[in-house]
């Protein structure tokens, strides 16, 4: 599986960036998918999750109401619509395939990362 994220850059607080995460392979479409992030001199951290059918997310706490994490089966993508920025949410953000079953939050559940996509939020 390969993954390709792209979509970031830099704004303004307060305003929006839509994350994308192109995956290879066909079974896609069977893949639960999440979003992480790392700040500089920071650990990753989760960001977002979403099942394989798209119909179960979750979310850390400090994007809750401001991040929406969906995906187009079809077009094998996942998206991460992100509004109302803040500086703190300036990072390296991935995205990764789920493989494990212990806790969506948790990095050690995801087997396959994206390069990442820097998204940088000026105060």
């Known amino acids: 599986v390969q993954l390709q994220a792209s979509g970031g850059g830099l704004v303004q607080a307060g305003g929006s960036l839509r994350l994308s995460c192109a995956a290879s392979?066909?079974?896609?479409?069977?893949?639960?998918m999440g979003w992480f992030r790392q700040a500089p001199g920071k650990e990753r951290e989760f960001v977002a999750y979403?099942?394989?059918?798209?119909?179960?997310?979750d979310y850390v706490d400090s994007v809750k109401g401001r991040f929406t994490i969906s995906r187009d089966n079809a077009k094998n993508a996942v998206y991460l619509q992100m509004n109302s920025l803040k500086p703190e949410d300036t990072a390296v953000y991935y995205c990764?395939?789920?493989?494990?079953?212990?806790?969506?939050?948790?990095?050690?559940?995801?087997?396959?990362w994206g390069q990442g996509t820097q998204v940088t939020v000026s105060s």
């Open positions: 392979g066909r079974s896609f479409s069977s893949y639960n």
């Open positions: 979403i099942n394989w059918r798209g119909l179960g997310t």
């Open positions: 990764a395939v789920r493989v494990g079953i212990y806790k969506n939050t948790d990095q050690r559940d995801y087997k396959y």
